[in-house]
């Protein structure tokens, strides 16, 4: 094993394609402390170039394999999720960090491998997962603690976006496209996080022509309540979140995923609003986190544990799988 990065010197990042993800990484990138960008690859090398010089990135990878023997410490993982899987579980077996961007993977089976691969090789593995480091949520959190409606026992949250164009990924079964992949691991994340683990699921929606889920509505129950999630393709609504307890309710509003407001309502009508703006696109946060778990040496994420990704992928396959929706090898 290489030693971790010490705290005086920046974490270097590889990031592997270059597209919408990655480059609200690199905007939030900039504004974390101790680390740079330092290598890119994709396969449409004239993206990965303009990529570069729009972000200032040293190095244009020619292959994957050079990008994996670059001088990096970290890689972020940005491709479609139908490859998720095998590039972390190749970054990884290169002795390089990986944070994914979410789903992490196409199904649990695909999931464990990844984990094995990370147990293996001693190397931190997150998925991304970026609404807890948020200062809203976590302001929200405190504000609970501080002046509590009780134990939440009730989730409602969801998004639905029409105006997604055909080309985009989502479309698309072989890149591991659907609503329930692209939008649902926001959704079964706030589910667990308030409502703890897996119980059962039922689903309903369609799928489309193109074998993704064009609606699914899926309501989960946990060991400590339940939730009503959606996610769609064809219809819009506005992505905001309720959490229902005994003693009130907060309203997270949209885009609740990139949270900057909040309500909290108390039996009697009393209100208090929580404001907390982000910075630098959001994504900093969370990239933060995870280049303080690198300097640790830590292994595993205690605010996205493997097991939170785990439980995570086991309701979105659940899900997939009531609809009837298989993506290619699966």
């Not at 010197?9 to 939030?28: C, D, M, S, T, Y």
């Not at 994996?68 to 960090?97: F, M, R, W």
């Amino acid at each position: 094993m290489t030693p971790s990065p010490q705290s005086s010197q920046p974490i270097r990042w590889g990031v592997l394609g270059p597209g919408r993800a990655a480059a609200r990484f690199a905007e939030g990138l900039s504004a974390v402390p101790g680390a740079a960008l330092s290598a890119v690859w994709g396969r449409n090398a004239e993206n990965a170039r303009a990529y570069a010089l729009r972000f200032g990135v040293p190095l244009v990878a020619e292959s994957l394999q050079a990008l994996l023997a670059s001088n990096t410490d970290a890689i972020y993982v940005a491709t479609h999720p139908d490859t998720h899987a095998e590039l972390c579980i190749q970054a990884l077996l290169a002795g390089k960090h990986v944070l994914c961007e979410k789903p992490a993977a196409l199904n649990v089976r695909q999931l464990t491998a990844v984990l094995e691969a990370a147990h293996r090789v001693g190397r931190l593995f997150m998925e991304a997962m970026k609404p807890p480091f948020f200062p809203l949520y976590r302001r929200l959190r405190s504000h609970l603690a501080a002046d509590p409606i009780g134990p939440v026992g009730y989730v409602r949250a969801g998004h639905a976006d029409a105006t997604l164009p055909p080309e985009y990924p989502l479309h698309f079964a072989e890149l591991g496209g659907g609503g329930v992949m692209g939008i649902g691991p926001y959704e079964a994340f706030l589910a667990l996080d308030w409502l703890g683990p897996l119980v059962r699921v039922q689903t309903m929606g369609r799928v489309a022509a193109s074998g993704v889920d064009s609606l699914a509505l899926f309501q989960t129950e946990h060991e400590r309540g339940m939730a009503q999630l959606h996610t769609g393709l064809d219809l819009l609504s506005r992505g905001d979140a309720l959490l229902a307890a005994p003693r009130g309710y907060v309203l997270l509003h949209a885009n609740w995923w990139n949270p900057a407001r909040a309500t909290v309502h108390y039996t009697g009508g009393r209100t208090v609003e929580l404001h907390e703006p982000f910075t630098a696109g959001g994504f900093n946060y969370e990239t933060a986190h995870f280049c303080a778990l690198v300097r640790q040496g830590s292994l595993e994420s205690p605010e996205i544990s493997h097991a939170t990704s785990l439980a995570m992928a086991e309701m979105l396959e659940t899900v997939r799988t009531q609809l009837g929706v298989r993506f290619p090898g699966e």
